[in-house]
């Protein structure tokens, strides 16, 4: 089986300082991939970034990074530089070969806060 | 905009109703995903389509069930609905599957059963 745990019910950072979401995960695949979404308050769930189990540096797209550490089994998003704009709700999810490596396994979010 | 719509957006629906729920995935993509975010559950996979076919299937309750169509539009029917069925159904599409397939996600139907 495979579960994300998101420890951080909510999160507050002053806006332009830089901002880690922690995320654990575990499961028994060799192989599996690692994605953040968020949510804002209008619903849709956005994709961020993609990290895959193999993948020899950690995963970058613009403002956003992914702390991997694969012996602590932890896929941390960092955003840098805050903006008013990311206040939102940022899952956590996880794909794996169980299931046919097809279905994605969320946390339970992290609620951030940006303020001024 | 992620190019995946769902229709409704809002719905609201006495207990034991049946609704239908649609979506239209982004031009060319094969894979079809429903997903259930409700406030006690969290976000929870239903079942996937791919190319007409099932290819995986969640915690989708024996009274949901659903279907891809030639087109690749996919509806997603909830019968006999319950209080607890309220929630915010999301569908996503992926140009193939895949350990690193991203999922681009609709904007996803709220439903209120009453």
């Known amino acids: 089986a495979q579960k994300i745990t998101q420890t951080q019910p909510g999160m507050f950072v002053q806006e332009k300082e830089a901002v880690t979401l922690d995320c654990t995960y575990d499961?028994?695949?060799?192989?599996?991939?690692l994605f953040w979404y968020k949510q804002p308050s209008s619903g849709e769930m956005i994709f961020l970034i993609y990290?895959?189990?193999?993948?020899?540096q950690n995963a970058t797209e613009g403002r956003y990074s992914l702390n991997f550490q694969k012996a602590r089994k932890s896929a941390n998003l960092v955003i840098s530089a805050s903006q008013l704009g990311d206040s939102a709700m940022y899952f956590c999810?996880?794909?794996?070969?169980?299931?046919?490596?097809?279905?994605?396994?969320f946390g339970t979010g992290t609620q951030l806060k940006v303020e001024l | 905009d992620s190019g995946v719509t769902q229709t409704p957006k809002h719905l609201i629906t006495a207990t034991g109703q049946r609704v239908t729920l649609r979506c239209s995935p982004r031009?060319?993509?094969?894979?079809v995903y429903w997903y259930q975010q409700s406030l006690d559950q969290g976000l929870q996979f239903l079942i996937q389509?791919?190319?007409?076919?099932?290819?995986a299937k969640g915690n989708i309750l024996e009274r949901f069930s659903a279907q891809q169509f030639p087109d690749l539009h996919s509806e997603l029917n909830l019968s006999s609905l319950e209080l607890g069925d309220s929630a915010l159904y999301f569908c996503?599409?992926?140009?193939?599957?895949?350990?690193?397939?991203?999922?681009?996600f609709g904007q996803g139907t709220r439903l209120t059963v009453v």
């Open positions: 999810a996880m794909r794996g070969l169980t299931g046919g490596g097809n279905k994605l396994t």
């Open positions: 389509y791919y190319n007409g076919e099932e290819r």
């Open positions: 990290q895959g189990s193999y993948d020899q």
């Open positions: 996503a599409s992926s140009d193939r599957t895949g350990l690193g397939t991203e999922a681009f």
């Open positions: 031009s060319g993509d094969l894979s």
């Open positions: 499961t028994s695949d060799p192989s599996y991939g």
